[in-house]
């Protein structure tokens, strides 16, 4: 008799674990095939019902005689699955959406994508060549023209700075696969032709860089000049280790909310769903709800991108766009390779690369040697985002590059960082 008890508990408490196995099995296995919240979610309790009642019902028997499963069934149900209540199916805050600054403009774009904008207009004498900054991330976007485009204003640019599409308050996409390297490109162009220019002057930061390049490749004809600045990886593959990050520069208050939001259980799932069926990720979290988990482990990085001792980098209400960011940094590891198209790009290029930047030197270095009018400048003093470190350098270097005019710092000559 004693040992069928045991037994018996013993297989009440298998009876337990497995069905937590059964049902998260289930959970994904439908995930991937179904990307519907309310399927993949009743799939993995009825797994864990469904194990629990067979273990139950081999239990009952080495009890010795009939008992009632349900009460086991149900307690099982609600240990495995309650717990997933609280954590992988309770959402992460949402903050009231903030309202845009006056001067936002949206172009409806024959790619689909709905791209929100701001223009400062030429004053003075208006020259033909509009210049258009890219901003970073992917998905990253700034608020507004920087700064340094106002001057470029008064010299007679027509300035543009636009959010991505998935980020800021541009168009989501209902189909977060769409979020590619091809899409940001045809999205570019479409902006274009739907300013009537016939070329255009880029100035990137960061993935803006990559994304200047790629557009490079694209249509050579359409670009009179860039500026690449703090540029990311021109071609992910060519860095195996990866172009370098910023999270080990963390201290250890950032370092431990980092490690808080990231371990976060209910962003574990988004990110193993993304890797099974990317559509079952966002049915599960939605826009808004990654968009505000993906600003607030921006916010906690953003001063590990400076040189020791910077002040603080600004904050702005221009949401960033975590699905654009994750799908299309995926789909940068998967391009064909630019370089020997871009090695054919005769565009003049200043590449701006900051002292205490976290990418790697050969990051930089690998636009200098592809790009055959390109000009290297190292700037002293300035992290990843050189317009919040060095704002009047950056200014001038804008300047005197898209004026033709002295640059104010010597170019870089040798393929070894500066001492």
Same mark, same amino acid.
């Given at each position: ?5 045991? @037994? &018996?508990?013993?297989?009440?408490? !298998?009876? +337990? ?58 307690? %099982?149900?609600?240990?495995?699955? &309650? ?29 689909? @994508? ?6 400062? !207009? ?7 060549? #509009? ?6 991330? #992917? ?5 507004? +023209? ?38 940001? +490109? ?10 009537? =220019?016939? *070329? +255009?002057?880029?100035? &990137? ?7 200047? !390049?790629?557009?490079? =490749?694209?249509?050579? @004809?359409?670009?009179? *000049?860039?500026?690449? $600045? @703090? ?46 069926? #990317?559509? =079952? ?8 709800? =990654? ?10 990085? *953003? ?5 020791? &001792? ?13 699905? $654009? ?12 390779? #630019? ?9 003049? $290029? ?61 170019? %870089? ?7």
């Amino acid at each position: 008799m004693r040992s069928n008890l045991l @037994s &018996g508990g013993a297989l009440s408490l !298998a009876g +337990v674990i497995v069905a937590a196995v059964a049902g998260t099995a289930a959970f994904v296995g439908t995930a991937a095939a179904v990307p519907a919240v309310m399927v993949f979610s009743a799939a993995g309790v009825v797994a864990a019902a469904g194990t629990a009642w067979v273990f139950g019902r081999a239990a009952t028997r080495r009890l010795g005689g009939p008992r009632a499963l349900w009460p086991y069934v149900a307690g %099982v149900v609600l240990v495995t699955a &309650g717990p997933a209540a609280l954590t992988v199916m309770r959402p992460f805050p949402v903050p009231p959406t903030a309202a845009a600054p006056t001067g936002v403009s949206h172009w409806d774009l024959s790619t689909g @994508s709905r791209i929100a904008y701001v223009k400062i !207009a030429a004053s003075g004498k208006p020259r033909p060549t #509009p210049v258009i900054f890219l901003h970073g991330g #992917p998905g990253t976007p700034g608020e507004g +023209v920087p700064e340094a485009g106002r001057e470029l204003a008064a010299a007679g640019f027509d300035v543009y700075a636009y959010d991505q599409v998935g980020a800021g308050r541009s168009t989501r996409l209902a189909d977060v696969t769409g979020y590619t390297v091809a899409r940001h +490109v045809a999205d570019l162009e479409a902006i274009r032709r739907a300013i009537h =220019a016939e *070329k +255009v002057i880029l100035v &990137g930061r960061s993935w803006g860089g990559t994304l200047s !390049a790629a557009y490079m =490749a694209a249509y050579p @004809s359409h670009v009179a *000049k860039a500026v690449l $600045t @703090s540029p990311g990886a021109i071609w992910e593959p060519a860095f195996p280790g990866g172009p370098g990050s910023p999270w080990d520069r963390l201290p250890p208050a950032q370092a431990e909310r980092a490690d808080e939001l990231t371990s976060d259980p209910r962003f574990l799932l988004q990110a193993l769903l993304l890797q099974v069926n #990317p559509a =079952a990720a966002h049915a599960l979290v939605p826009d808004a709800e =990654a968009d505000a988990y993906f600003r607030e482990l921006l916010i906690t990085a *953003k001063d590990a991108t400076g040189c020791p &001792g910077s002040p603080p980098a600004p904050v702005h209400d221009n949401p960033p766009g975590f699905y $654009t960011n994750q799908m299309t940094s995926a789909d940068a590891t998967t391009v064909p390779d #630019p370089r020997p198209k871009l090695r054919t790009v005769h565009v003049p $290029t200043l590449i701006v690369r900051g002292e205490c930047d976290y990418l790697k030197w050969a990051v930089t270095y690998e636009y200098r040697r592809t790009l055959p009018e390109s000009t290297l400048v190292y700037v002293r003093g300035a992290g990843h985002s050189i317009a919040n470190g060095r704002p009047d350098l950056y200014r001038d270097l804008l300047m005197t590059f898209l004026l033709d005019r002295p640059l104010p710092l010597p170019p %870089v000559t040798s393929a070894d960082k500066p001492a």
